[in-house]
């Protein structure tokens, strides 16, 4: 009996009021760069640790989340799986203190949370099914991460310099997470 272990992880690179890019297969080096989302714990502006993405001068700041999806295998079968969302400092940056902005990467972070949730939740409608195949998770995961991306860049165009909008997407997003609190993480350490 072969036993795999697999780490999949897509980066959600969020630039403040722009686009989303995604990319395949990157690792994290030290676990210190990592914040894993909490709800009691926010974002600071020391948190963004990376360098300014010089592409755009129009923004201001880029917040990299992702959602880690581990698991183990059994002849193409889960048999064991973690899913977090991850902040990574590193790959995140600010050239700005606004707390307006801040709040604005927080909830980008946040909507990460939300589909960490619903993904936990489909994978619970599997299992509860007896449904292991590999293939269904992955491809769970792969249509919420591109959701995810959509919700995103939804977010930063319809609140681009609008308070009343930000505020509006702050109680719907956290309304969502609470409606999911069945399905949030709790670590075992």
Same mark, same amino acid.
């Not at 502006?45 to 581990?70: N, Q, R």
């Not at 050239?95 to 927080?106: F, G, R, W, Y």
């Given at each position: 009996?072969?036993? =795999?272990?697999?780490?999949?992880?897509?980066?959600?690179?969020?630039?403040?009021?722009?686009?989303?890019?995604?990319?395949?297969?990157?690792?994290?080096?030290?676990?210190?760069? =990592?914040?894993?989302?909490?709800?009691?714990?926010?974002?600071?502006?020391?948190?963004?640790?990376?360098?300014?993405?010089?592409?755009? *001068?129009?923004?201001?700041?880029?917040?990299?989340?992702?959602?880690?999806?581990?698991?183990?295998?059994?002849?193409?079968?889960?048999?064991?799986?973690?899913?977090?969302?991850?902040?990574?400092?590193?790959?995140?940056?600010?050239?700005?203190?606004?707390?307006?902005?801040?709040?604005? =990467?927080?909830?980008?972070?946040?909507?990460?949370?939300?589909?960490?949730?619903?993904?936990?939740?489909?994978?619970? *409608?599997?299992?509860?099914?007896?449904?292991?195949?590999?293939?269904?998770?992955?491809?769970?995961?792969?249509?919420?991460?591109?959701?995810?991306?959509?919700?995103?860049?939804?977010?930063?165009? =319809?609140?681009?310099?609008?308070?009343?909008?930000?505020?509006?997407?702050?109680?719907?997003?956290?309304?969502?997470?609470?409606?999911?609190?069945?399905?949030?993480?709790?670590?075992?350490?």
């Amino acid at each position: 009996m072969k036993i =795999e272990r697999v780490i999949l992880i897509v980066p959600l690179i969020i630039a403040c009021c722009s686009m989303t890019n995604f990319s395949v297969g990157k690792k994290f080096n030290e676990e210190k760069d =990592e914040i894993l989302w909490d709800k009691n714990r926010k974002l600071t502006w020391e948190d963004f640790k990376g360098m300014p993405d010089g592409s755009d *001068s129009l923004i201001v700041a880029g917040t990299t989340s992702t959602i880690k999806f581990e698991y183990s295998t059994t002849k193409n079968m889960i048999t064991n799986y973690k899913l977090v969302s991850i902040f990574i400092k590193s790959k995140s940056w600010s050239i700005t203190n606004s707390i307006q902005l801040l709040a604005h =990467e927080q909830l980008h972070f946040d909507i990460t949370e939300l589909y960490a949730r619903k993904i936990r939740k489909s994978f619970d *409608s599997l299992r509860i099914k007896k449904n292991y195949d590999k293939e269904n998770y992955t491809l769970i995961y792969n249509s919420n991460i591109l959701k995810s991306q959509d919700l995103n860049k939804l977010y930063d165009s =319809e609140v681009f310099g609008n308070n009343i909008n930000q505020n509006k997407w702050i109680k719907k997003i956290s309304n969502e997470i609470l409606k999911l609190k069945k399905y949030e993480y709790l670590s075992n350490d």
